[in-house]
């Protein structure tokens, strides 16, 4: 059995420390693989798919870091952020399916490979791999992946939903992606730090700086999505299917005359034929400037989170991805 050597931008300042994770990381590599290791062929070709793409695998990177905040040899930690990330790439089978996506990790997604029947019981499946993980850590371990979940779930169809009336649509959106993002990231973190015997003072801040760093990856994604042709995706996916990142909210709330034609193409779906100018159109707007003043608040916020946590290899990581966020977003 081939492994594929997880690939990330990030890279942290300890080299002793990057190298003792890296090595960790291929670790969960390998068991990402044997997770899926079934004898139905196509089950296991599917399984297998997105995880021989690739990925940051920055889930199961941020629960080893923060296992040093305690002692990071005590067991279960590796157990833990597979099962993690199994059930972060089921979530990503499902979303395809929603989003009807074509392309995913720079490869076809698993929907556009074979169908949707296939994708959807692809996810169930790693689903299922990623409790049965869980159960043998333990009742919490249980009961946190199921919160994590259902939060998780409750994020993504509120993002499916119309806006209730009297909540302010930034607000509204930021609060769709501390469920459906942030939360699996907070849990991460907080697997890493549980396991490893911090204090629970270290857990919670842990916890809190996982949702932070968890959102501010998302608006960066989604403002990448847009200003970037190399983002893995089709750009202007979420254009398409009429869900408003934050840059589209804050161009719809803008009142300047000279983004009227933008305010029109993105009130709803755009047109396959107006993709190219709305992107181009958002591009130049004052809105992906705001998106990106806000996306510096969380990243501030984060990294507040980070400087207040127990000096040590898990502080300087998680300062590291800070700094890894303003980079990126540059």
Known sequence: MTTRRSQTALTFTDEAFAESMQASLDLVEERLLKAVDTDQPLLRQSGSHLIRAGGKRFRPMLTLACAHLGDPNRPNILEASVGLELTHLATLYHDDVMDEALMRRGAPSANARWDNSVAILTGDYLFSQAAQIMSELGTEAVRLQAATFARLVRGQINETMPRPDGIDAVEWHLEILSEKTGSLIATCAKFGAWLSGADERTIATAEEFGEV?????????????????????????????????????????GGEEQDARLRELVAGPVAEEDLPEALALLRGSKAIGQAKATLHQYQERARTLAESLPEGHAQKALVDICDYMIERDA
Do not use: H, M, N
């Open 213 to 253: 760093i968890g959102v501010a990856f998302q608006i960066a994604d989604d403002i990448i999505d847009i200003t970037s042709d190399s983002s893995g995706k089709t750009p202007g996916t979420d254009l398409l299917e009429g869900i408003p990142t934050l840059a589209v909210l804050y161009a719809l709330a």
